[in-house]
């Protein structure tokens, strides 16, 4: 688990542009095509693409990129444990490119980055020595064709796609056969102590509750969707990154910096000032620190899971063994014998 400290408010990147190596398809660019078929659409992608562009506009954006930065450098890491160098690469959900600023040419040859907003993607970084490029899209509807990158990275943006099982078979669609999927998204528990004070808080003074903290996936989901993806050797773990902040006004005005604020549909649209004033002092008696500022947990889902691919390791084939339980259970009882005999 991480800590950070934010002590009240904390305190143009280039990129290089290529415009070729990666084949667009044509009317798959944008969201506003529809989803598939049965799903239940939780959050206003719209709003959220107006919250995020704002919060790009503001006169500092990089102040608010702490958190997105950290769990980026972890998710950069693990590509780093993967033997091999990548000749392209797309990072899904980009944002203000806070996944490139740990890349380099030693991992990766080349770079896409799409994001559903223009406005961070805009402003991504770039590694100076790996040609990159943007690209405006949907998670759900990636315009790559298929089997076209070595490497997908996503960090911190799919939490908030409605479609999730959509969005990793697209996902694994543009992956090249062998190709390797990395990434991290909220979870769970994230930000528990500031749902549970509102919730609290809003039953005592309105007598009702309303979703003013956006639904996260849960880890025991996340591996079915994976598998039901089409991905294999799948890996799943789970952090947390705990934020210290002075108090709830400070907290709420920092997630509105990462472009992190509510955006589930039919949200209400403010919060009453004694319903607020109320949810700060829960938030501060049932989980302050003793230096007086107040804890905003994040849990991090880390996953990676690969295209199929032949040249991949798998189970023998079935009776394919050599050496049956039973005479390898008498060489370990041989072996252990052996060993107390001397």
């Not at 033997?83 to 899904?92: E, G």
């Not at 409605?162 to 992956?175: G, M, S, W, Y």
């Not at 190709?179 to 808080?201: N, P, V, Y």
């Amino acid at each position: 688990m991480v800590s950070l400290t934010v002590m009240g408010r904390l305190g143009t990147l280039r990129s290089q542009v290529v415009l070729s190596q990666v084949t667009l398809l044509q009317g798959r660019w944008f969201s506003s095509l529809p989803s598939s078929g049965g799903t239940v659409n939780i959050f206003d992608r719209n709003a959220k693409r107006i919250q995020r562009n704002r919060a790009a506009s503001l006169p500092d954006p990089g102040l608010y990129d702490y958190l997105k930065d950290a769990v980026a450098a972890i998710v950069v890491d693990r590509a780093c444990d993967v033997a091999r160098q990548f000749p392209s690469a797309l990072d899904v959900g980009c944002g203000r490119g806070h996944i490139a600023r740990h890349m380099d040419s030693d991992i990766i040859k080349t770079l896409v980055q799409c994001d559903y907003s223009d406005g961070p993607l805009s402003q991504s970084s770039a590694p100076p020595d790996v040609p990159t490029y943007r690209v405006v899209a949907d998670e759900e509807f990636l315009p790559f064709k298929d089997n076209q990158f070595e490497l997908v990275t996503s960090s911190c943006s799919l939490h908030w796609v409605n479609d999730l099982p959509r969005a990793f078979t697209e996902i694994q669609r543009v992956l090249k056969p062998d190709g390797c999927l990395i990434g991290a998204m909220f979870s769970g528990d994230t930000l528990f102590e500031l749902r549970c004070s509102l919730q609290i808080a809003q039953e005592e003074n309105e007598g009702g509750l309303s979703p003013h903290v956006s639904p996260f996936v849960e880890l025991s989901d996340i591996g079915g969707v994976l598998t039901r993806s089409g991905f294999v050797m799948t890996t799943l773990d789970v952090d947390e990154i705990v934020v210290n902040y002075p108090g709830i006004n400070e907290l709420m005005h920092d997630l509105k910096g990462m472009g992190e604020n509510n955006a589930v549909k039919h949200r209400p649209n403010y919060i009453r000032r004694t319903t607020l004033k109320r949810a700060a002092e829960i938030y501060k008696k049932d989980y302050g620190n003793e230096d007086g500022s107040v804890p905003a947990t994040f849990q991090l889902l880390y996953f990676i899971g690969w295209k199929p691919d032949p040249s991949q390791v798998g189970p023998a084939n079935r009776g394919s063994a050599t050496v049956s339980m039973k005479e390898l259970s008498n060489v370990m009882l041989d072996s252990n014998s052996d060993k107390k005999g001397k």
